[in-house]
């Protein structure tokens, strides 16, 4: 259900990105990125995080295959 929101868990992002988990944490924490908690798992909005490299750093995000 939540993958079909567009959400997916921190972890797979994370090694999608090259960035730690932690790194993912820390954005959805201060709001940078949007992400849920659902029992113990964080699941973060991917197109949050396409959209903060969209933005901060088009560059790096066409070298990371996120941008078309």
């Not at 959209?51 to 066409?62: I, N």
Request: charged content about 25%; proline content about 3%; glycine content about 10%.
């Amino acid at each position: 259900l939540l993958r079909a929101k567009g959400y997916i868990p921190v972890g797979e992002a994370a090694k999608r990105l090259g960035f730690t988990s932690q790194c993912l944490y820390n954005w959805m924490d201060d709001g940078t990125i949007h992400g849920i908690r659902l029992g113990k798992a964080r699941w973060v909005e991917w197109r949050s995080v396409v959209e903060l490299f969209r933005k901060t750093d088009p560059e790096a995000a066409k070298l990371m295959g996120l941008l078309h």
